[in-house]
């Protein structure tokens, strides 16, 4: 692809400049043409933003490749198109549209309310600051042909996004996607779109507010998905929403489950897209979570909670047994849910069914095995996992326990179609003090299942690359690794690559080291003339940039580029077969040497590769 002309950019922003109803991008742009800032414009002005399974994410600022009032306005009455055209009354049954505390969020809630009015659809609009799972829970509790929800979760300030549901309330997936992105494309100008403002709307019966009485409901709900309702929790509990719009739900829900009031970190609990105590709102990265322990430590805390900024993440941490405290992985969240629900009070008339992603920890297949409950596995995103539950559902009669992938995403029974970091909070508090009055710790029901299952250590690192020259260069790291996988990864020979682009499956031949009569390190599995049997792509998933290196039957490494941020993600797995004579911490120590060489050689080589 040949790079846009500079006077292509300046012309393009020109033309949008024109029909940019904000007066602050309007000010931004005219800035960068007058000083001719050629980074800008091409950031703006070379590329759109892509409308897909995720809907859009972006940084915020004018032009077709940023977030801004236009382009969500475009978006909306693509989407208002597509769904007046394909779906029976979606103008009566209409849209709910919410949105957080990100900048912008509550003008592109509004832009898409007047827009979706001016087409003649319902707009159910929620009054105030929402989490991204009540929202979901609304699509369905009202009947609506779709949702919207205004947010980049965790993403930093100076991103937002625009989240799309279809009817059934879980976020689209194909064909949607293509036929709302076609609509889009179709719009020419920012004239062909209609607006209804929002009083005048409201009047019309067009817009019906959303109130606390969905909220109210949503917690009837989670609170019905507790196994113990009897357990009223005396631990003392950390919880941080991360400057997010989780809060006041949580502390609603933990009064009426009759716990103990939370430990608030107070300097991060009102909403504020600044964020200002964190670098990047997002549990998982480090330094997000200092003051929630910092509180833990003052207060000397059982557990920590925290969601991420829309609420539909959980982070946890727990004592380590020395007077520390351990983040939990995403993975140990996942199978401490799903061994709970699983043991505790399952009703004996449902067929249980648990769905995790491919980049998820594979134990969660075995815990399935060993307690006969069923199995789902889809591609990266709870959009996936959504609709697989529903199909499943729908098709086999099982219901969904849990459904989680390994980014902090969970969703506990079917109250939700998308991932809830708000019943998950919940639930795992719950298991907590349940455990706790048994008196076992967290750490040790995860030991529990780990000597059953095998320790299985998983590791997730991010290459951070933005910007257009970063896409260009994921692009080009995929592309090589396609075409010349790594011989080994560390001491131990890869067998087999897996891609998930094309559905092939291909048998890589044994290490160099290895042809030459140097033999395998200890406990490694041979190449591809080895024992392993030929591994085959799960059923059913459609093509997804994703690649899978399995280095013997229990390492395996997955690389594939972020839907949603400029990041190239790998996803690290080993299992240790713990001894009877071995502890946990001697076991945990072995696996952390075997996965450090993993994931340091796989990162020289990548290096190598630009």
């Not at 817009?207 to 109210?216: A, E, F």
């Not at 929630?292 to 004592?319: G, H, T």
Request: with cysteine; glycine share 8%; aromatic share 6%.
């Amino acid at each position: 692809m040949h790079p846009v002309s500079v006077e292509e950019l300046r012309r393009r922003a020109e033309a949008w400049l024109q029909e940019d109803p904000d007066p602050d991008t309007r000010a931004e742009l005219k800035a960068a043409l007058e000083k001719n800032d050629e980074e800008a414009l091409r950031e703006g002005f070379a590329h759109s933003l892509h409308f897909g399974t995720a809907g859009l994410r972006g940084v915020l600022g004018p032009g077709p490749g940023r977030m801004n009032r236009a382009l969500v306005r475009r978006v909306s009455c693509g989407l208002g198109r597509y769904l007046l055209e394909t779906v029976e009354d979606a103008a009566e049954r209409g849209v709910v549209v919410g949105y957080d505390a990100r900048h912008l969020s509550a003008a592109f809630a509004r832009d898409t309310a007047e827009v979706l009015a001016g087409l003649g659809v319902r707009v159910h609009l929620f009054l105030r600051l929402a989490p991204t799972p009540l929202v979901a829970v609304a699509v369905r509790a009202l009947g609506a042909a779709a949702g919207v929800m205004v947010t980049a979760s965790h993403n930093p300030p100076r991103y937002n996004g625009y989240k799309v549901y279809w009817g059934n309330g879980a976020q689209i997936i194909p064909p949607h996607d293509e036929g709302i992105a076609a609509a889009i494309e179709a719009i020419s100008s920012l004239q062909e779109v209609p607006l209804a403002m929002l009083d005048e709307a409201r009047d019309a019966g067009l817009v019906r507010d959303v109130g606390r009485k969905m909220l109210d409901d949503y917690l009837d709900d989670i609170l019905r998905l507790r196994r113990h309702p009897e357990v009223t929790s005396s631990l003392d509990i950390v919880y941080t929403p991360l400057h997010g719009v989780g809060g006041e739900a949580v502390v609603e829900a933990f009064r009426r489950a009759g716990y103990c009031p939370l430990h608030l970190v107070e300097e991060q609990f009102t909403p504020d897209g600044d964020f200002p105590t964190v670098r990047f709102p997002n549990p998982e990265e480090e330094g997000a979570m200092d003051l929630a322990l910092a509180r833990a430590r003052k207060v000397d805390a059982d557990l920590v909670l925290a969601n991420d900024p829309d609420a539909d993440r959980l982070a946890v941490a727990v004592r380590d047994g020395s007077g520390g405290y351990r983040m939990l992985t995403g993975d140990q969240i996942g199978v401490l849910l799903a061994h709970y629900l699983l043991t505790e009070n399952l009703p004996a008339d449902i067929r249980p069914l648990l769905v995790t992603t491919i980049v998820s920890s594979r134990l969660l297949s075995k815990m399935a095995a060993a307690h006969g409950a069923a199995y789902g596995e889809t591609l990266t995103g709870f959009k996936w996992i959504a609709n697989l539950a529903q199909q499943r559902q729908r098709e086999r009669g099982e219901e969904m326990l849990l459904g989680y992938e390994e980014a902090l995403g969970y969703s506990v029974g079917r109250v939700t179609a998308d991932k809830d970091g708000i019943s998950a909070a919940l639930i795992f508090a719950e298991l907590t003090a349940v455990y706790h009055d048994r008196g076992r710790s967290v750490l040790e029901v995860l030991e529990e299942i780990h000597r059953r299952h095998g320790l299985h250590l998983t590791r997730q690192k991010s290459l951070v690359l933005p910007g257009l020259e970063g896409a260009d260069r994921i692009a080009a790291i995929m592309d090589a690794v396609r075409k010349h996988p790594p011989e080994r990864i560390g001491p131990r020979p890869v067998a087999w690559m897996l891609d998930y682009l094309d559905g092939h499956t291909r048998a890589l031949a044994p290490a160099a080291g290895e042809a030459q009569g140097e033999g395998r390190p200890e406990g490694a599995t041979p190449a591809a003339d080895s024992e392993m049997p030929a591994p085959s792509l799960p059923e059913g998933l459609p093509a997804s940039n994703v690649l899978a290196l399995l280095l013997d039957d229990a390492t395996r490494i997955l690389l594939r580029p972020s839907g949603t941020e400029p990041k190239l993600k790998l996803y690290f797995e080993l299992v240790h077969s713990v001894g009877e004579d071995e502890s946990m911490a001697e076991a945990e120590s072995r696996a952390r040497e075997r996965m450090d060489e993993l994931v340091e050689d796989l990162l020289r080589r990548i290096e190598q590769l630009g």
